[in-house]
């Protein structure tokens, strides 16, 4: 049983130092997070921070700013440099939007700005986020030559019909083309796969698992999908499998996931040996990330704080803030009594948990702060009963929500979202 002093919530800002300010001994591992926002078409399940280009379907060629917003990027950076001064990044994560859209040569760029800026590690993990509909051979090859050496692949299924009522850009013949241009150029490939789709039953489901496991990809992202606010399926739901063709789809393709080797290492995410995603760990992880482009969001720990950066969401504004030389986002401390829940919010996806001592490396925080929480999640049987990892069970993985809401402090700031628009979804 995990025995722990609680801590009452009056109590907390004390714990973390005089004036509501924390001590961090050390500086978590630093990530970067480049979101490029355009899309060719808006799918109707989406709430990414994604636009399509000016002039999409209106029977003229679209057009996306491209040198501009690589301008703007770098001038994002630029102000943010002086605040990681010496730090090492680990991985870089171009993200969108679909990050394929833009050329080769101006990713070209936008990476020489960047190791000319920060400290790359020589053997970084830098992922792209690819479409099929945008997937072209020599495009790959040229990505894969400027040292992006993981490509992850929005597949979300291998069905035409699916596809069609996903609102997908690409067929099932474009997506199984895409893969193996992928896998032709990189031995670092992510698959992102959707289930519980319209109508789907577990066969279905369990075959977009099971044609993904042909491909041996050394990465799988398994996604739910679910109706998000502010969508195009918000305002005309579509009528999905219930409770019970749910669970029979996920144990369907439990069965396939197992088959292909993949061990399950985060809610949402497969990887082989040595393959789980970096950039997400770092997230999961409670690391630090600079977070740059329209809508990104950064998390920097200095000594004494902890801040989130926001950036404006609009493209158009992000752009207009970059040609009058402005910071296009906003920055705040994050309160020390919301570090417990933002901390567990991101930790208790993993389904190996964190180390119990990375709690106070990564807030500052003591761990009897959440004392009264952890013996309330093992007694629900949601938290292993071992004091030395925060680690769901079985269980608190599949209630995940309770569990992560137990660490929620009522009289804390309402929390930041976590990262990027990616924060629970990157690839």
């Known amino acids: 049983m995990i025995t722990i002093p609680i801590v009452p919530v009056e109590a907390r800002r004390a714990l973390a130092g005089g004036g509501g300010t924390i001590r961090l001994g050390a500086l978590p591992p630093l990530t970067l997070y480049v979101h490029i926002p355009w899309c060719v078409k808006k799918c109707p399940y989406c709430d990414f921070n994604s636009h399509e280009p000016a002039g999409a379907g ?3 060629p679209a057009t996306i700013p491209e040198a501009e917003y690589v301008d703007a990027l770098i001038g994002d950076l630029d102000r943010v440099v002086p605040q990681v001064w010496g730090r090492r990044v680990h991985a870089i994560f171009f993200g969108g939007g679909t990050p394929s859209l833009f050329s080769a040569a101006a990713l070209d760029r936008l990476l020489s700005a960047i190791r000319a800026r ?19 051979a020599d495009r790959f090859a040229a990505y894969r030559a400027l040292g992006i050496n993981r490509l992850s692949l929005g597949i979300q ?13 690409h067929d099932g013949d474009e997506a199984r083309a895409a893969v193996e241009m992928a896998l032709t150029h990189f031995d670092n490939v992510n698959l992102d796969l959707m289930y519980a789709l319209p109508g789907q ?3 279905q489901a369990a075959r977009d698992v099971s044609i993904a496991r042909g491909f041996a990809p050394s990465h799988l992202s398994l996604y739910q999908l679910t109706v998000e606010p502010n969508t195009v399926f918000a305002k005309y739901p579509p009528r999905l499998p219930d409770d019970d063709a749910l669970d029979a789809i996920e144990d369907a393709i439990a069965d396939e996931v197992s088959a292909g080797g993949w061990r399950r290492y985060e809610v949402s995410a497969y990887a082989r040996d040595g393959r789980a995603c970096r950039h997400n760990l770092n997230y999961w992880n409670f690391g630090d990330y600079i977070g740059i482009g329209a809508g990104a969001h950064g998390k920097l720990s200095f000594p004494d704080r902890i801040v989130r950066q926001t950036r404006v969401r609009s493209p158009a504004s992000y752009l207009e803030h970059a040609a009058h030389d402005r910071a296009a986002f906003d920055e705040v ?5 919301a ?8 930790a208790l996806r993993l389904v190996d948990g964190v180390p119990a001592r990375r709690f106070t490396e990564r807030t500052g925080l003591p761990l009897s702060a959440i004392g009264a929480a952890l013996g309330d999640a093992e007694r629900r049987g949601l938290l292993v009963p071992d004091p030395s990892v925060l680690r769901p069970t079985a269980l608190g993985l599949r209630f995940l929500n309770d569990l992560q809401a137990l660490f929620l402090d009522p009289t804390a700031v309402a929390p930041s979202a976590s990262a990027s628009h990616h924060e629970t979804a990157s690839r």
């Not at 299924?157 to 850009?169: E, P, T, V």
């Not at 401390?333 to 009594?337: G, Q, R, T």
């Open 58 to 60: 209106s029977g003229t």
């Open 118 to 136: 920060l400290v790359v590690e020589a053997d970084a993990e830098i992922t792209l986020e690819a479409n099929p509909g945008t997937a072209e």
């Open 157 to 169: 299924s291998f069905d035409d019909g699916f596809l069609a009522k996903l609102g997908r850009i």
């Open 201 to 203: 039953d577990a066969d």
């Open 333 to 337: 401390a994050i309160a020390p009594e």
């Open 339 to 346: 570090l417990p829940f933002e901390f567990m919010l991101n």
